[in-house]
């Protein structure tokens, strides 16, 4: 299906050309969640198609069941124009699809060349694998990408830039048609990414049909053909980028009805309570600074890796800053550990709960007093009843219900689980409450319920610091927003200066 | 629920050494006799020792194979200041053995935390050195019977109560550490720690810190387990315990403790010794060969392994309200 490669037509010809792939009204659903409903997306030989949207938008679904590793509950896959369907990642591979991803997933340990045919080794006698023969293929594709690479070498001694060139290799190996590239740029200098652009024309000219799935949209500009928005797992726009700009991508993108209603609050904020000066790590963020008020809710926003978990583990005691003074209540303290952090009443919820949260292995009041033991123990010895009365207590006031507090995290709801690990927090009596990601991946409902408890911990003078990378969310609960992007606070924002438009534009650096 | 699971893996393993006594029993009644019991508990009381420190290392998601080589260490060094200082009264030498236990344990655990060297390198390490240190000391000679002295040799055989003190050494450990484990803030570190690594951390508590305890709680038990090793059988010698410590995992496996961490009782780990100390004094007595003592006991690991992977496996998201209060 080698069409004209030169024949740039900037008509999103669907009547001119037969899309190599297309989903025709695609919904997938998960459990209290519809994470894509009704799209459409069209990809045309040597054509680039950026798809863009935010956080959440549904790209990475979009992602998952082009390559198999989802299945659509509606609408179809199209290649050639004849449905099929991609029951495993096998399939997609079979069927030309090939992705590569943000962060490469190769093997370390098997070299360039092993990487490059796992799977579809060339085989000799005996149906033994053709090592001399995949030698030379490897290396005759890698000298048709350019890449100064010897395919011998074991694929963890190169740099972030090389794997990718050897992501690609592989996909050219098996004679991919659709080569779908998530956020590829991520972590490449900006002379990789020049000779990644490279590339990208001449799998163009190859006549591969790219999907270029990015966040920066310089990048956009420069290398795409068409483009394709996404928002809240909808299509909202497709078209030339010729034919649009900037502005309204971001507003494409952003722009939305309000679905969801946020909790009243008066934004009456207090006295300082924590204020950062030239927070800073060697390799993940630089001159931080900010304050921070009683009765306040911070939102934090960026895109993902833009260094805000990482500020607020170092905030937490997780890892060190290089330098940079802390003070809470206008004393100058020192955090070492999370421990030290949890005695100067600041606690960080994180955002993988299921992994940093509870411990399903033992009972709910186990887990609520976990980090209060210097308060129910003396001299090392645990005072049970003491336990049970905080655990009581605080689980009787997130409107817990469970057999008895005797039960195992694990036999709970994930609901219920996550009202244990915010019981946790509660009940070593924070000043700071720092929630990553407070409402990522539960249903409408359950968000209402986190969005109602945040104002009301607010509303009892606690302050909150809430890292989010959902617009609405950030919109709707912070008095104040910090945008972080690279490592560093692109911007501060409040008031009537909180809009989609500008987080978008300091978070993307346009 | 925990408890209930728990108590229930602890009755079926009560219940299963209930059976096996049931069937030696139909063979040769004399196992069961109390005084034949008493020796069998005695006989088991190094094992149990040495699976609740073991267990308490598993729970931390760490593994202590030196625990032997750390026995026979111990026990050659008090055996040689016996020998050089006959008149050092008992339990100096306890405390000796305990405190010596307890630097070897260190040393592992210093390595895992500081190092941050996966634990079975470490001890994997720590046990040949350790071995290679008793031929340094001992320049591969025996320290014999004779060379001992009474008092050295008489205490784990003083009887209290019907019991060898070897006995009452192991009981008192079980009811030292059972407190230890469950009314401690120690005790519930070492449950959190290896739970949930992460959400531990997160809670203010030292992973690192925690497994070093564990090592060090381990070493030390292996260490009075030295003494009482050497002195009951009244020589040290460079093999001293060989091989001992894949006994020590094996009666953790059995008594419930969960090779991933995070789960495990003093009890459940005293209950998987007393199971291989049974079979181990019974099999020969009933007359079968000691080949078929070891498939036993190699079986019987493997079925504790299934039923506690059985009981641990993944229910599923629980989603329907109902199913909640139902587990």
Redesign the interface.
Do not use: C, F, Q, W
């Given at each position: 299906m080698l069409m004209h490669p030169d024949q740039k037509s900037d008509l999103l010809g669907a009547e001119t050309e037969t899309p190599v792939l297309a989903l025709n009204r695609v919904t997938k659903t998960f459990p209290g969640v519809t994470a894509l409903s009704e799209v459409s997306l069209v990809l045309f030989p040597g054509k680039v198609t950026a798809l863009v949207g935010e956080n959440g938008a549904g790209k990475s679904t979009v992602v998952k069941i082009l390559t198999g590793i989802y299945q659509p509950d509606g609408g179809e896959i199209e290649i050639d124009g004849a449905p099929c369907r991609f029951p495993n990642s096998q399939a997609a591979g079979d069927a030309g699809v090939t992705a590569i991803h943000q962060e490469t997933v190769l093997f370390d340990e098997l070299s360039v060349a092993e990487n490059i045919f796992l799977g579809h080794a060339p085989r000799g006698r005996f149906g033994l694998i053709d090592t001399a023969e995949m030698i030379e293929k490897a290396r005759a594709i890698l000298v048709s990408i350019g890449a100064q690479i010897d395919p011998h070498t074991r694929l963890k001694d190169l740099g972030i830039a090389n794997k990718h060139l050897v992501a690609i290799a592989r996909a050219l190996s098996i004679d991919a048609r659709v080569v779908i590239m998530d956020e590829p740029t991520a972590a490449l200098s900006q002379k990789e990414i020049e000779e990644l652009y490279v590339l990208v024309e001449e799998l163009k000219d190859q006549g591969k049909a790219i999907l270029f799935i990015s966040h920066k949209f310089d990048e956009i500009f420069r290398i795409a053909d068409h483009y394709t928005v996404f928002r809240d797992g909808a299509l909202v726009g497709t078209g030339s980028i010729a034919d649009v700009s900037e502005g309204e991508l971001v507003k494409m993108m952003v722009g939305r009805d309000v679905s969801q209603i946020f909790p009243e609050r008066d934004h009456n904020v207090g006295d300082e309570i924590l204020v950062v000066e030239g927070y800073e790590h060697p390799t993940e963020f630089a001159d931080i600074d900010f304050t921070l008020h009683r009765g306040e809710i911070l939102g934090f926003y960026g895109l993902v890796g833009a260094g805000r978990s990482e500020f607020m583990q170092s905030l937490f005691g997780i890892t060190q800053p290089a330098s940079g003074t802390l003070r809470i209540d206008g004393e100058k303290v020192v955090i070492r550990s999370p421990a030290d952090a949890v005695a100067n009443g600041i606690v960080y919820v994180p955002e993988d709960r299921g992994k940093q949260g509870a411990i399903t292995a033992l009972p709910i009041f186990q887990n609520v007093t976990l980090p209060s033991l210097g308060r129910t123990s003396r001299n090392g010895f645990l005072r049970l009843a003491e336990e049970f009365k905080l655990a009581r207590e605080y689980t009787e006031r997130l409107d817990l219900r469970a057999a008895s507090l005797d039960t195992d995290v694990g036999n709970l709801s994930g609901g219920n689980q996550q009202k244990v690990v915010i019981a946790k927090w509660l009940a070593t009596q924070p000043k700071v409450i720092i929630l990553d990601e407070p409402t990522k991946g539960i249903d409408i409902g359950s968000k209402a319920a986190v969005h109602e408890f945040m104002a009301e911990l607010a509303a009892q003078g606690l302050a909150v610091i809430m890292v989010s990378s959902e617009i609405p969310e950030i919109m709707g609960m912070s008095d104040r927003v910090i945008v972080m992007r690279e490592g560093r606070i692109a911007a501060e924002l409040s008031g009537d200066q909180i809009t989609p438009e500008s987080l978008v534009r300091h978070a993307a650096g346009i | 629920?925990?408890?209930h699971?728990l108590m229930s893996r602890e009755m079926l393993l009560t219940g299963a050494i209930i059976l096996l006594l049931g069937i030696i029993a139909s063979r040769f009644p004399a196992f069961i006799a109390p005084s034949n019991l008493v020796n069998v508990f005695n006989d088991t009381a190094p094992l149990i020792l040495l699976a609740i420190g073991q267990m308490i290392v598993i729970l931390t998601r760490c593994i202590d194979l030196s625990v032997a080589a750390n026995l026979a260490l111990t026990g050659m060094v008090v055996a040689m200041i016996n020998v050089a200082m006959p008149e050092l009264p008992v339990p100096v030498i306890i405390v000796i053995s305990i405190g010596f236990g307890a630097l070897l344990g260190m040393i592992n655990g210093v390595l895992v935390w500081k190092l941050a060297i996966p634990p079975i390198v470490v001890t994997l390490g720590t046990m040949t050195i350790f071995r290679g240190t008793i031929f340094l000391l001992s320049d591969g000679k025996w320290v014999n019977s004779h060379e001992f002295s009474d008092t050295f040799k008489a205490f784990p055989r003083t009887e209290l109560i019907g019991l060898p003190l070897m006995s009452w050494i192991a009981i008192a450990a079980v009811i030292f550490f059972t407190l230890l484990m469950?009314?401690?803030?120690?005790?519930?570190a070492f449950?959190?720690a290896g739970?949930?690594p992460?959400?531990?951390?997160?809670?203010?508590?030292?992973v690192g810190k925690t497994q070093f305890w564990a090592f060090t709680i381990s070493g030390a038990l292996a260490g009075l387990t030295g003494y009482l090793w050497v002195s009951r059988f009244a020589v040290a010698f460079v093999d001293l315990a060989g091989g001992f410590e894949l006994n020590v995992v094996a009666a953790c496996v059995i008594g419930g403790v969960?090779i991933m961490g995070?789960?495990g009782t003093v009890v459940g780990a005293m209950l998987g010794s007393l199971f291989l100390g049974i079979i181990s004094n019974a099999l020969p007595v009933v007359n079968i060969s000691p080949f078929w003592q070891l498939a036993i006991s190699g079986s019987a690991i493997i079925i504790a392994v299934a039923l506690n992977a059985q009981a641990n496996r993944d229910?599923g998201?629980?989603?329907l309200?109902r199913a909640?209060?139902a587990?």
């Open positions: - | 629920m925990s408890k699971v469950s009314r401690t803030t120690l005790g519930r449950y959190a739970g949930n992460h959400a531990a951390t997160y809670a203010g508590i030292d969960a995070g789960i229910k998201r629980i989603i309200k909640e209060h587990t």
